[in-house]
Structure formats: C-alpha cells, structure tokens
C-alpha cells in the first residue's frame, strides 16, 4: 500500500535540513517476511558496520533484531534507512543494546548512542508514526540549531576542548604518504567536513584524545585529520563516504575502518590497544641503583617488583626460571604499560623491609603504586597462575594493600649485575698449620 506524510511541510522542512535524506514525498510500506536478500531496502548489520552505518549516520534508522525463526519486519524506504541485526548470530550487538526478546525493533534518531525502543504494535501504521516522530524531534532539533549527535559525547567534553591543537595532525594530499604510510607509528586518521554537525561535536574529542594518547604512548600512536572537502583525492583513495569517517593505518598494512565510540577515552582506549599490539613487551630490569627503581616506579602506574632467591640457592636455571615467568607476565600485561623490576634476596635490604618481606619466603612479589605510596603483595605461588591471579585483582581494583614503609621509596645501593652465571661459593684462604706444636696445645689443655 501506498502512505502520503500527515504533515506535507515535514518533507519540505527535511528537503533543507543538512544530510536529510529525502528524496521523495511519498514512500511505500513493505512487509517482509522470510530471510532478507540483497535486492531488499533492508541493510544486514553486524558488528563489523554497525558503527559506520548507524551510529555514523545522520539519517534516521529502524533497526530490527531478530532471530531467524521469527524475522520480520514492516519498513519504508527513502526516508528511513532500515536494518536488521540476526541476534543469534551477533549476540555482542544484541548484549551492547539491551536485547532480550524477538523481534526487538529501536529507533536509532539524533542520539545514536541512546536508541529509544519501539514500544508500539508490530503494524505498519504503528511503526510509521513512531518514525514520524523521531523525524519531527530531528527537524525540531535541526531548526532549533542543534546538530544532533551523541549527547553523551557533548557531555563528556564539559564544555572545554581539552587537550592541545598542536597535537592533532594536519594531512593533506601533499604529506599523507611521507607522514602515514612511511611512518613505524601508528596513526587514527578523521577524515570530515567542516559543515558536517557529527564532525563538530568528535573535535574536542578527538584534540583530547590526541594528548592523552601522545602522552601515554610517547608519540607511537598519532590522531590526524584531513578535510575531504579539500583533500578529495585522499578521500577517493580510501572510499570517503560519509562523515566524520576514521580510518587506522599500520605501515604495510591495508586500512581499516575505526568502530569503536567517538568519546576521547573510546579513541585513548582504542589507541593504547593498537600500540599494546604494536610494541615490543615491557624491559625486565635489575635494580642496580637508586635511578633504576625512581624512574621505573615514577614514570608507570605500577611497578611490579620481584625479590629472587640468592643465585647460589638456585643456579642460573633456577633464577632463569623465574625470569621467564616475569617477561611472560610482562607480555601479557603489557597494555597496563606497568614496569617490571627484580633484585637478588639480600642485595636491597631496606627495600624488603619497606615492603614487608624482611629475610626469608623468596621468591616474593610486590607492586608498587609509586603516587600513593602503597603496595600489595603476592599472596599465592610465584608461577604464572599465581601471578596472573595476583595482578588481575589488582587491576580491576581488588586485593589488600600497605603504606610504603617510610612513605618514600628506600634507599637503594649500587650493585653488580648478575653476570649469568651460577653462583660462586667464596674461597677460604688456606691455614698453614706447619709451625703449630699440636703437642704443646694438648699439654696446655691438660
């Protein structure tokens, strides 16, 4: 059947609203039963184009999940863009949105991180006029001159940028290739216009985002622009479609499409991962000196500590051993970017007295928070197990800790490094016992 708008200026309005997708004043209801196909006007999502289709957008989507025994839907096309999610088979998307029952159709309008579910009767009439509301909300907004968005992206910006401009790189056709694609770091790359509304709100997101990410990652990971509108080559080299679009480069690997949200601690959380994956695993250091142990605890969050059994109770296997637990923990745990240390029993005495481990019960671990001054202690074996379970407490905040004794790091004295080597027993000088009169001391005795 054939529908006409209720409301004859709405389309008029909507033909002048910036990236309003209408192109006729009249659209057709269809019901769709069965599996969707490609000659269809509903978009198959998953989680590979959910961002770029929907949260991306400016247009208004109707999205369905649905299990495939069940699917069904009634849309219209040419104003509404609609989709279908198979929630079986993408559960993420269905668990990221609440879904708990098919079919479950939301409305995603000018807060695309809020979708507002369908709540009325599974008929056209009734999917149409929910629809038409969300589009005179949008148009109302729109007027108003309000760029819709994501609320919470707003908010999160607290009214102020943030960050440092000069951190964001400009590209162009003309540095593009010598500063992305020639370059061992790894690069986020907005591709917008400066009409585009979405494009607006990402900004202090993206200058925030981009001087959190310099600082944490020392310059590894770069956040650059580059205005399609200008620089059109660029964006008909990697298929610009829409804005804001971004795109992550890896030197001799092909681009691919950023899906994560659009607040600055998405893009700093994203970022850390691509440089986690990217960087070699944290240096496993001995603490030979008091600037070893300052500016390892001084410039992490954590400082993992480990106090190994003395090298003749052990052997270089033994010690090396227990090495290799550390550089695997090490690894793993390489995007909390912690540092990782390690001395011999005995050889920092007043480091094993601030932290409570004092003379026996080696191998021991502590991790020490350097800003507050505390500590925890490993509770359970020295293995990887007993480590993982150790630090994975610690980092969703979980476990005891302890004041630093003292309230500062110890003092720490310069030492050796360990050569490799198994340990060495200290030669005993020999006692000449020549010009002793063993017969002299047995009268004596007497």
Request: charged content about 25%; glycine content about 10%.
């Amino acid at each position: 059947m054939s529908l006409r708008l209720p409301v004859l200026e709405l389309i008029f309005t909507l033909l002048h609203v910036e990236d309003a997708r209408v192109l006729v004043c009249s659209f057709t209801v269809l019901s769709v039963h069965g599996m969707y196909s490609a000659s269809d006007d509903v978009i198959e999502l998953n989680p590979s184009n959910f961002n770029r289709e929907v949260l991306q957008s400016d247009s208004l989507w109707l999205v369905e999940f649905y299990a495939p025994c069940r699917m069904w839907l009634f849309l219209f096309v040419g104003i509404v863009k609609v989709g279908a999610v198979d929630a079986d088979q993408h559960k993420s998307l269905g668990g990221q949105y609440g879904v708990r029952g098919f079919p479950t159709i939301k409305i995603f309008g000018a807060n695309k991180h809020k979708p507002e579910e369908f709540q009325g009767g599974r008929s056209s009439q009734a999917i149409v006029d929910a629809a038409l509301n969300s589009l005179r909300s949008i148009v109302k907004d729109r007027l108003s001159g309000k760029t819709g968005g994501s609320d919470h992206s707003r908010q999160s910006s607290g009214g102020s940028s943030g960050g440092n401009k000069n951190d964001v790189i400009e590209l162009t056709d003309d540095n593009f290739d010598q500063m992305v694609l020639n370059s061992d770091d790894v690069w986020l790359v907005e591709f917008f216009a400066p009409w585009c509304g979405h494009c607006k709100n990402l900004e202090p997101e993206w200058t925030a985002a981009a001087s959190q990410v310099k600082e944490q990652t020392n310059g590894r990971v770069k956040l650059g622009t580059v205005d399609a509108t200008v620089h059109q080559g660029l964006a008909s080299r990697y298929g610009i479609r829409g804005f804001p679009t971004i795109k992550i480069f890896r030197k001799g690997e092909e681009p691919e499409d950023y899906q994560g949200g659009r607040t600055r601690s998405d893009l700093v959380a994203r970022a850390l991962d691509l440089y986690s994956d990217n960087a070699p695993p944290p240096e496993l250091l001995e603490i030979l000196n008091q600037d070893i142990l300052k500016k390892t605890c001084e410039d992490h969050q954590l400082c993992v500590i480990a106090v190994l059994p003395h090298i003749l109770d052990t052997g270089a296997a033994g010690r090396n051993g227990y090495l290799e637990v550390m550089m695997k923990m090490a690894e793993k745990y390489k995007k909390k970017m912690w540092g990782w240390l390690w001395t011999e029993a005995g050889a920092q005495m007043e480091l094993e007295s601030s932290l409570g481990i004092g003379g026996f019960g080696y191998p021991a671990m502590a991790a020490i928070n350097s800003r507050k001054m505390k500590f925890a202690l490993l509770k359970g074996s020295f293995s990887e197990t007993g480590i993982h379970e150790f630090l994975r407490d610690l980092s969703v905040g979980r476990g005891s800790t302890s004041t630093v004794g003292g309230g500062a790091l110890p003092k720490i004295h310069t030492v050796e490094a360990w050569d490799g080597k198994d340990g060495v027993l200290p030669v005993e000088d020999d006692i000449d016992l020549s010009d002793v009169d063993l017969d002299d001391l047995e009268k004596d005795e007497l």
